[in-house]
């Protein structure tokens, strides 16, 4: 196996079990042929003990571990890190269930497995890769699935066309990697949703909404709600079987809305409660006449990188202020950022200063995060991304 030897003291975030080395701390490498980005590489301190074997990129995250034991990387590892990530989606509740089979079964370092997704949807898996390597490895990563789930996996389709670095131009392709469906319905708690695999954002659907939108249905009832940016449609979906009054969906993607209106038809056929527009988010909330009094913000992510975090913030509490000064006296606001460059007490202070500019008094009820299906691997915490927090406005 081609080696990469880390520079002296380099070694100690290994020993605390975090996935990544950085590429500054690389001494030099040992191989007979060069290194080839996706190479399944051993790490090895400076004086040579064994550390890790990994996946090797080009980029500042070098080495993305998948080991700290001398082991051979097979389809048979694979296989049982997927089935460790199963029992984990049983141990929770949410595999293995009639009314649910949308899942996240893979995310990332939280499984172990730095660099790839795995979103079930039916009996349709969805494969990401964000590494080089797990775009290398992704026959043995499908066949693994194949095991692994049985009778109950049909196809899985990989869709990497966006995740993986350009520069490596490895001239992927989106599409299956065996099987085929068609069948592109699949349920949440009982609702039903088409996903759009084919075209639609991250693997189809925000899969990590899911406690969040059982949330929303508990407070719906006899209530005025606005879901901005709702893509989808998973909140209004759940607000609407809540008992809302009246549910508008809103997102600038004229896409989005077609697939709101889809899956509100799927669930409430002739229902007249539901409306859906395609208008930008704060040129929506200035104009708006109808006085909601549940309003759901979850815009995508404002900074993508830490440069961009100042600009976030002002982003987030420009949002959040126009909702506080247009909410109804007594209502409640569910907001959130899934950036993860974003910490969680940076959000509340540019959710506070927007209370504060509308001038509101303001509780926070809730406060939110992603879901155990995309757990968070403690000797990573950089794995936490999405946050959130319900507010009564008085
Ligand atoms: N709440 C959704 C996920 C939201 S993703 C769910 O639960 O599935 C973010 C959405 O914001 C995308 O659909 C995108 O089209 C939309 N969006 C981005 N910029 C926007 C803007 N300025 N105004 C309205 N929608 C916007």
Redesign the pocket.
């Known amino acids: 196996m081609k080696k990469i030897i880390l520079r002296k003291g380099k070694e100690e975030s290994l020993g605390r079990f975090h996935p990544w080395i950085f590429s500054g701390a690389i001494h030099h490498t040992e191989s007979d042929v060069a290194l080839e980005e996706g190479d399944i590489v051993e790490v090895l301190s400076f004086d040579g003990q064994f550390l890790a074997i990994g996946h090797w990129q080009i980029g500042s995250i070098a080495v993305r571990v998948l080991t700290f034991k001398q082991q051979p990387i097979n389809q048979s590892f694979w296989a049982k890190r997927f089935s460790a990530a199963l029992d984990v989606r049983k141990a929770i509740g949410v595999a293995g269930r009639e009314d649910n089979d949308i899942y996240r079964l893979v995310h990332g370092e939280g499984d172990n497995l730095p660099g790839l997704v795995v979103d079930v949807y039916g009996s349709t898996a969805v494969m990401q890769a964000h590494s080089v390597g797990m775009h290398v490895c992704r026959n043995d990563l499908a066949n693994a699935l194949k095991e692994v789930m049985g009778e109950d996996l049909k196809a899985v389709y990989y869709k990497s066309e966006t995740t993986l670095p350009f520069k490596a131009q490895l001239g992927q392709e989106n599409g299956f990697l065996w099987g085929e469906s068609n069948d592109d319905v699949a349920r949440e708690n009982g609702l039903q949703f088409h996903i759009d695999w084919l075209k639609g954002?991250k693997t189809g659907?925000?899969v990590d909404?899911r406690d969040n939108?059982s949330l929303v249905e508990q407070y719906a009832q006899g209530r005025k709600v606005l879901n901005?940016?709702?893509?989808?449609g998973?909140?209004s979906v759940y607000a609407m079987r809540g008992g809302a009054e009246l549910v508008h969906s809103?997102?600038?993607?004229a896409k989005?809305v077609e697939l709101v209106d889809a899956n509100m038809h799927l669930n409430f056929p002739n229902d007249h409660r539901h409306k859906a527009f395609a208008?930008?988010?704060?040129r929506y909330m200035v104009e708006m006449q109808e006085k909601y009094d549940l309003i759901i913000l979850?815009?995508?992510a404002f900074a993508k990188h830490k440069d961009a975090l100042r600009n976030a913030l002002r982003g987030y509490t420009k949002l959040n202020a126009k909702a506080f000064e247009k909410i109804k006296p007594g209502g409640i606001l569910f907001t959130f950022s899934c950036s993860q460059a974003v910490n969680k007490d940076n959000f509340r202070t540019a959710v506070f200063t927007a209370a504060a500019m509308a001038r509101r008094k303001v509780r926070i009820l809730h406060q939110l995060h992603q879901p155990a299906d995309h757990p968070v691997n403690i000797y990573h915490p950089e794995g936490e991304y999405l946050k959130g927090l319900v507010l009564y406005v008085e």
């Open positions: 954002q659907f925000f909404q939108r901005m940016f709702c893509y989808t998973g909140f809103v997102d600038s993607s989005a208008e930008d988010a704060f979850d815009p995508p």
